[in-house]
Structures are given as structure tokens and as C-alpha cells.
């Protein structure tokens, strides 16, 4: 193969083509299986049906209405046990809504800081002072562990993430949650946006 085509094939434009030719070529089948698979149904039904939530083995879904304060408060809680299981014992959300309205409050969280690092040790004596697992788990062996971490993190950073699309913020929750745990994403909405 001639050197130029080598580099011409390496360039970001043609990899930028590439990827938008397979996004046509997959959005052009996604088509055709819609128009073929689906007499009765409307494409915006069909699309709607492919969004749905994977329907838990149970066959039971449920609904949470709450306000921005409750939702990030499910979150905060939600991270502060997801870092926890995979070994940053911190609780730092919990210890700043509990500590707050203390004068001492910095000395309070240092110590109770220290205490949870003991705690650490006894839970995760594998790892080293500083280290913990990644947000899925990581080398987990632990699989019940290993899913709390992932399942965890899958549920608090996708509140964030949604708040954050909400209110525009410009942050890592911007992006989409890494794939982790092993249950289905769970889906939220904003019911009545300000205007």
C-alpha cells in the first residue's frame, strides 16, 4: 500500500467520515427494521418502546416523585455508600450535612475521618492507604461487592448526570455514566422545567 493512502487513512477527517458513514448505515437499518417489524406502531412509539427500561426479572418498575433537594440528597447518600464499598471511607457528603452548624467542624470531620480510615483497614485489608477500588469495581473478587460498587455508582452518577443536562452545568456529570453494576440504567425526568 502507497505511503499517502497510510496516511491519508490515519488522519482524524477520514476517521471522522468513517464514523459517520457506519452512524448513517446503522441509523438507515435501524429504519428499515422499524418500517418492516412494525405495522401498527408509529416510529416515535417503536423509538419510545427501544428507550423503555429493561423490565426487571420481577416484572415490577417503580416511580419516585421528589423535589431537587430529595433527589440530591438520594444522590449525595447513594455516592457517599458507592465510595464506602469500594473503599474511600470518607462519607464526605454526610459528614459536611452533618457537620455544617459545628464551630469545630473541621476537627469533628479529621477525627471522624481518621475513624473511618481505621475501618478501612479491617473491611479492605488488601488495599493500601490511598487506593480503592474503581467506580465498577475493578479487581473486586468479591461479586456481591463488586455489583454494590458498580450498582451504586450506575444510580448516583446518573441522577447527577441528569441534573446536571437540567441546569447546565459544565462538569464531569455533563457526560454520559461509564457502564457499570449489573443492574438496568435507571431513567429520570424533570417534571415541570422553569421556564
Known amino acids: 500500500m502507497n ?3 497510510l496516511w491519508l487513512l490515519d488522519r482524524p477527517a477520514y476517521q471522522m ?17 422499524i418500517e418492516t417489524t412494525t405495522m401498527s406502531k408509529t ?3 417503536v423509538i419510545d418502546d427501544l428507550n423503555a427500561p429493561t423490565l426487571p426479572q420481577d416484572g415490577k418498575l417503580y416511580r419516585i416523585t421528589c423535589t431537587r433537594e430529595a433527589l440530591m440528597l438520594i444522590a449525595n447518600c447513594v455516592e457517599d455508600i458507592s465510595r464506602f464499598s469500594s473503599g474511600q471511607p ?11 452548624n459545628c464551630d469545630d467542624s473541621c476537627e469533628l470531620r479529621d477525627e471522624a ?13 488488601e488495599l493500601p492507604p490511598g487506593s480503592s ?18 450498582n451504586t455508582y450506575q444510580i448516583y452518577r446518573e441522577i447527577l448526570h441528569q441534573v446536571a443536562l437540567d441546569e447546565n ?7 454520559e455514566s461509564l457502564p457499570a453494576g449489573q443492574l438496568p440504567k435507571i431513567q429520570i425526568e424533570i417534571i415541570n422545567p422553569k421556564k
Open 17 to 33: 467520515i468513517k464514523k459517520i458513514r457506519w452512524d448513517i448505515e446503522i441509523m438507515d437499518l435501524a429504519d428499515k427494521i
Open 133 to 150: 477500588y474503581s467506580y465498577n469495581g475493578g479487581n473486586q473478587k468479591n461479586q456481591l461487592r463488586k455489583n454494590l460498587i458498580g
Open 113 to 125: 475521618e481518621a475513624h473511618l480510615q481505621a475501618a478501612k483497614q479491617t473491611l479492605f485489608p
Open 3 to 5: 505511503l499517502f493512502l
Open 43 to 45: 416510529k416515535n412509539q
Open 169 to 175: 452545568w459544565n462538569n464531569v456529570y455533563t457526560s
Open 90 to 100: 470518607e462519607l464526605s457528603n454526610t459528614l459536611m450535612q452533618m457537620l455544617s
